[in-house]
């Protein structure tokens, strides 16, 4: 990415590149709630497959089980499945909602344009796409972008459980509304979600804005760069 295109993503973000920008925590509002994607999770059904200590899980068996999924309606339509891609072993473990256009086509999350402010976002964090491991609730493409449902969000979330089990991360970035309530089990709309550290086994979850989101609403620029203070401040005394 050209360094003007990047000035341009750390500036729709309020990054200021020399001098973090603060926003008073005060300074909130309420997102509206669409579908909820709580009960879902909560109805979850237990992964077909278990783990146990004999029979361990691997990234290989889990990848090769994600390619050939047709757990949902999800399947009729993706060009591919989007697994995931990064550290296999990182400290930060970053979920996103699902594969977009751009994702279904390269078999790659987040690589359109919200993706590239993602990876701004992280890289204004001191962390490159590399460092971490990227993932999504769903790991195909709801048609025409749509919300993913609940049933999709159930038939998935096992690969996700596993993904999670294997990096064992140190902290958790659960980008935009949809991936927060999704792993927090909750319908609270993302305004309560953010600014606070949740728990998801023991393990710190930050919430911050999707950059989907942050490219359409840029007054909240100076609050997502507030979450992702809050994320590394979290890990570093963590
Ligand atoms: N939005 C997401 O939540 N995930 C992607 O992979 C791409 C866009």
Not at 195 to 209: A, F, I, Q
Request: glycine share 4%; hydrophobic share 40%.
């Amino acid at each position: 990415m050209d360094n003007a295109l990047r000035l341009q993503y750390l500036e729709a973000m309020g990054i200021d590149v020399w001098v973090p920008i603060a926003a008073p925590a005060s300074d909130q509002r309420l997102l509206p709630l669409a579908d909820s994607v709580a009960p879902a999770i909560a109805a979850s059904a237990p992964s077909e497959y278990e783990p146990t200590p004999a029979d361990p899980d691997n990234w290989e068996s889990l990848q090769a089980e994600v390619a050939v999924c047709r757990k949902c309606v999800l399947c009729e339509t993706r060009t591919q499945t989007v697994f995931g891609t990064g550290n296999k072993q990182a400290d930060w473990l970053v979920i996103g909602e699902a594969p977009g256009q751009s994702e279904d086509l390269q078999g790659q999350p987040f690589v359109g344009k919200a993706g590239q402010l993602l990876t701004e976002m992280l890289r204004a964090l001191g962390l490159a796409r590399e460092d971490v491991f990227i993932a999504n609730i769903l790991k195909c493409r709801p048609p025409d972008n749509r919300d993913p449902k609940a049933d999709e969000i159930e038939a998935c979330h096992a690969y996700l459980q596993r993904q999670l089990a294997l990096v064992q991360p140190k902290i958790i970035l659960a980008v935009g509304r949809i991936a927060a309530q999704s792993l927090l089990k909750t319908e609270a709309p993302l305004a309560k979600l953010r600014n606070k550290v949740h728990t998801l086994d023991e393990t710190p979850v930050v919430v911050v804005y999707h950059p989907a989101y942050l490219l359409r609403s840029l007054q909240e620029k100076r609050k997502a760069w507030m979450d992702l203070q809050l994320a590394m401040k979290t890990y570093t005394e963590g």
